[in-house]
């Protein structure tokens, strides 16, 4: 059975720092996303990951895929405000169903 | 505008009284899927659809039935609500080919069930 775990749960930083969110999963798959939910609002997509050493830039978002490891991070650069928000991360199965499991999420808070 | 299009944003029931939530894509997208999102649990993906009368369950499929009877159409159907399904649910659809691509989704429901 697959299973997404996300950490941290929460993190508070301060604005010019940079952190790394960690994805790790339990079984293969080489199909990976993040996404972004603003409170109360409804899920955005940040990056699609697709094969082994896939990285993708975005701003001040980068995303990562190891899937030797079973393992996707989302680096963080020089955080600003505009980046407080809920991330997941979602694995895709890839032997024989078609179901998406995501992880619990990672609420990020920027200190100004 | 591509979107997907969830009724209604906000639903207050009593338990037992079947309830239906809509979704609707105008994207010609093929997978179609329902999660739920509780605190502290993610989202959980209750079923998903890979096109017109092809659905299957999800993570946490009981209490819950789907139809696929149109593309662009996926119902969620409640027969009879109780309490512990009280939460947000999000529609989310997406093309089935090529694989790995990325959803979108409903701006999501909030039931309560009393």
């Known amino acids: 059975e697959l299973k997404v775990e996300q950490n941290p749960l929460f993190l508070s930083m301060q604005e010019g720092k940079n952190y790394t969110i960690y994805c790790n999963y339990s079984?293969?798959?080489?199909?990976l996303y993040w996404y972004r939910q603003d409170p109360g609002k409804s899920l955005e997509s940040l990056f699609v990951l697709l094969s082994n050493g896939a990285v993708k830039q975005e701003g001040r978002l980068m995303a990562s895929l190891d899937t030797k490891a079973r393992l996707s991070t989302l680096h963080i650069t020089a955080a600003v405000h505009d980046l407080s928000a809920t991330y997941f991360c979602?694995?895709?199965?890839?032997?024989?169903?078609?179901?998406?499991?995501f992880g619990t999420g990672t609420r990020l808070k920027v200190l100004a | 505008e591509a979107q997907v299009t969830q009724n209604p944003r906000y639903l207050i029931t009593v338990t037992g009284k079947k309830l239906t939530v809509t979704c609707s894509q105008n994207m010609n997208h093929e997978y179609m899927s329902w999660y739920r999102q509780d605190p502290g649990l993610g989202l959980r993906q209750i079923y998903y659809?890979?096109?017109?009368?092809?659905?299957d369950k999800g993570d946490v499929p009981e209490g819950y039935k789907v139809s696929r009877k149109e593309k662009r159409n996926f119902p969620l159907i409640l027969e009879s609500p109780s309490p512990n399904q009280t939460s947000l649910y999000f529609c989310?659809?997406?093309?089935?080919?090529?694989?790995?691509?990325?959803?979108?989704f409903g701006q999501g429901t909030r039931l309560t069930v009393v």
């Open positions: 659809s890979m096109n017109v009368e092809v659905t």
């Open positions: 989310a659809s997406s093309l089935s080919e090529p694989r790995g691509t990325e959803a979108f």
């Open positions: 079984t293969t798959s080489d199909r």
């Open positions: 979602a694995v895709e199965e890839t032997s024989g169903t078609y179901k998406y499991i």
